[in-house]
C-alpha cells in the first residue's frame, strides 16, 4: 500500500509517500530503493511495527514521478500498488509513484 499527502515543511510544500508492507511479509530486512536515493540498495530500510507489517516514510519533491523497487532479503520484490510500472534494462520491471499535488 502506497499512502501520500502532502505536508508544508521549513522547504515548502513535499509529498509525504508512505510505502507499507502486510505482516504476511516475512523477511528479515527490507528496503526502499529509486531513483530518488541513487538506487542505493541499503539507504532507505523498513521498520517492522508491532503488528509486523513493514513501512517507511519519505519526503519527495512534488509534481514528479519516482521510479522505485523494493529489496527483500536481497531479492528484488514488486508492488502492485504502484501508480504505475516501466520495464527496466535488467529484464524486470521499476514501479512509478506520482506526486502531483491534488487540486
Given at each position: 500500500?502506497?499512502?501520500?499527502?502532502?505536508?508544508q515543511t521549513s522547504k515548502?510544500?513535499?509529498?509525504?509517500?508512505?510505502?507499507?508492507?502486510?505482516?504476511?511479509?516475512?523477511?528479515?530486512?527490507?528496503?526502499?530503493?529509486?531513483?530518488?536515493?541513487?538506487?542505493?540498495?541499503?539507504?532507505?530500510?523498513?521498520?517492522?511495527g508491532r503488528d509486523g507489517?513493514?513501512?517507511?516514510?519519505?519526503?519527495?519533491?512534488?509534481?514528479?514521478?519516482?521510479?522505485?523497487?523494493?529489496?527483500?532479503?536481497?531479492?528484488?520484490?514488486?508492488?502492485?500498488?504502484?501508480?504505475?510500472?516501466?520495464?527496466?534494462?535488467?529484464?524486470?520491471?521499476?514501479?512509478?509513484?506520482?506526486?502531483?499535488?491534488e487540486a
Amino acid at each position: 500500500m502506497i499512502h501520500k499527502s502532502v505536508v508544508q515543511t521549513s522547504k515548502g510544500k513535499v509529498a509525504r509517500v508512505t510505502f507499507s508492507l502486510p505482516n504476511s511479509v516475512w523477511a528479515d530486512m527490507i528496503y526502499l530503493v529509486g531513483d530518488f536515493n541513487g538506487w542505493n540498495n541499503t539507504s532507505h530500510p523498513f521498520t517492522a511495527g508491532r503488528d509486523g507489517a513493514w513501512s517507511i516514510t519519505v519526503d519527495l519533491e512534488l509534481d514528479r514521478e519516482y521510479l522505485f523497487r523494493y529489496r527483500r532479503d536481497g531479492e528484488w520484490m514488486n508492488d502492485n500498488a504502484a501508480d504505475g510500472y516501466v520495464e527496466n534494462p535488467y529484464g524486470s520491471d521499476n514501479f512509478i509513484v506520482v506526486t502531483h499535488e491534488e487540486a
